[in-house]
C-alpha cells in the first residue's frame, strides 16, 4: 500500500496545515507528478489531468477557468520539488517510520509491517517480518527432508499422504493377521516370505481328495 497509484498523493501527513498550492483541484489530494497550468495557474496531477482529457475529447478544457488546454500546461517542477519534501507517516499503521514523501519507496521496500506476498508461491500474503518464519516453518512450500528415506521436495508433498504412502522407507505392518512386525515398505515382501503368521497352502492340501 504505497498509497493509490493514480491521483494525488492519500499519505497521512505530519503538518497537519499544507497549503493549498500542493493540491491538485481535480482529485484535491496533494498532487503527484504536479503539472501547472498557465491559463489560471492551477496545478494537477498528471495522472488527473490525462484522464480529464480523455474524458473531454475534443473540448479539453481547464476545470477550474473553462480555458481550453491543449499544449497550455507544463511539469511544475519547483511544486514537485517542494511536495517531495513533504514529511508523512508510513501507511501501514502499526509502523512508526515518519519521513519525506521521496523516500516512501525505499522505505516500503524495508517495511516491516509492509504485507508482501510468499516468496515460496505459495500464494501467501504477509508482513515481512513475518515472512522469516512463514517461509522456514509455515510455508506449504517450504523445501523439507522426509524423515524416513531423506528424500526431499515440497512439504505438501513430501509430508503427506502424497509422498507417505509410496515412501520406499515408510514403516508398516505386515498385514498378516496376527503378525505384529512393522517394517519399510520396500522390506516388507521380503518379511512376508518368511512371516511365521502367514497362511501357507499346502501344495498337497488337496492330496487327500484323491
Ligand atoms: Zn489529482
Ligand atoms: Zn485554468
Ligand atoms: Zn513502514
Ligand atoms: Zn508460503
Ligand atoms: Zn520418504
Ligand atoms: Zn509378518
Excluded at 482529457?53 to 507544463?74: A, V
Aim: net charge negative; charged share 25%; aromatic share 8%.
Amino acid at each position: 500500500m504505497a498509497g493509490n497509484e493514480y491521483g494525488g498523493y492519500s499519505y497521512k501527513f505530519v503538518d497537519a496545515d499544507l497549503p493549498e498550492k500542493y493540491n491538485c483541484a481535480i482529485c484535491t489530494f496533494v498532487a503527484r507528478d504536479p503539472q501547472q497550468v498557465i491559463c489560471c495557474s492551477h496545478i494537477y496531477c498528471s495522472s488527473c489531468l490525462l484522464k480529464h482529457k480523455q474524458k473531454s475529447g475534443s473540448l479539453f478544457n481547464c476545470p477550474s477557468c473553462r480555458e481550453p488546454l491543449d499544449g497550455r500546461y507544463f511539469p511544475d517542477g519547483r511544486i514537485q520539488r517542494e511536495i517531495k519534501e513533504l514529511r508523512i507517516y508510513c501507511p501501514n499503521d502499526e509502523c512508526q517510520w515518519k519521513g519525506i514523501i521521496k523516500d516512501i519507496e525505499t522505505h516500503i521496500t524495508e517495511c516491516p509491517y509492509q504485507s508482501i506476498e510468499c516468496t515460496n508461491g505459495c500464494g501467501e500474503n504477509l508482513q515481512r517480518m513475518k515472512m522469516e518464519t512463514h517461509v522456514s516453518e509455515e510455508c506449504l512450500k517450504r523445501i523439507v527432508t522426509c524423515t524416513h528415506c531423506e528424500e526431499t521436495g515440497v512439504h505438501e508433498i513430501i509430508s503427506t499422504n502424497a509422498h507417505l504412502d509410496v515412501c520406499p522407507f515408510f514403516p508398516i505392518k505386515c498385514t498378516n493377521d496376527e503378525c505384529d512386525v512393522i517394517s519399510p515398505r520396500n522390506k516388507l515382501s521380503v518379511h512376508k516370505r518368511t512371516c511365521p503368521k502367514s497362511i501357507v497352502t499346502c501344495e498337497y492340501s488337496q492330496c487327500w481328495l484323491f
